[in-house]
């Protein structure tokens, strides 16, 4: 088997996320009463199958930035995944610090960002590039920034907890 290099793992993990998703309930995308905008689908991930960008339903976030939902569901292991892939305009405002109850991967795409996170000695900043990870563990106070002067898309894999 070849080795897949991180950009590779980078373009690839919508379909290697998705595997097990059961497709019926993948296709019909449902409304987020809430908001009033399309969300991904959710449900047992069962089935595998793939997803299409055109497929993705899209946010615009008030700083300019989008995010695409590409699933969200329970794998036959019993944790709850959800991915998302999302791009910060350059020079954006970031969300404020905040704490998960999940643990989450962020894989970066394009871009240059800004991993900000509290550590034992306060806060921690880190940078990465294409093809670059970031771990985030579960209740851990964060934020990511555009750090490059393009924009930054980046896939982020919830696992666990409260992943949405």
């Not at 300019?64 to 405002?93: F, N, P, Y």
């Not at 240059?112 to 900043?125: C, P, T, Y």
Request: with cysteine.
């Amino acid at each position: 088997m070849k080795n897949m290099s991180r950009r590779e793992l980078c373009v690839s993990l919508p379909v290697l996320a998705a595997m097990g998703a059961d497709a019926p309930q993948a296709l019909a995308l449902q409304k987020n009463s809430a908001a009033g905008t399309p969300s991904a689908a959710s449900g047992s991930l069962a089935a595998s199958r793939a997803f299409g960008f055109d497929q993705m339903p899209v946010r615009t976030m008030a700083n300019g930035g989008e995010s695409r939902d590409i699933v969200h569901g329970t794998l036959a292991t019993g944790e709850t995944v959800s991915l998302h892939q999302s791009m910060q305009m350059a020079e954006s405002e970031p969300n404020p610090l905040h704490a998960i109850e999940h643990s989450e991967f962020i894989l970066v795409r394009e871009g240059e960002l800004e991993f900000q996170h509290v550590g034992a000695n306060g806060i921690v900043s880190e940078h990465v590039g294409p093809g670059g990870v970031f771990y985030v563990a579960y209740g851990t106070k964060h934020t990511v920034k555009n750090a490059g002067g393009i924009p930054a898309s980046y896939f982020v894999v919830a696992i666990g907890g409260d992943a949405r």
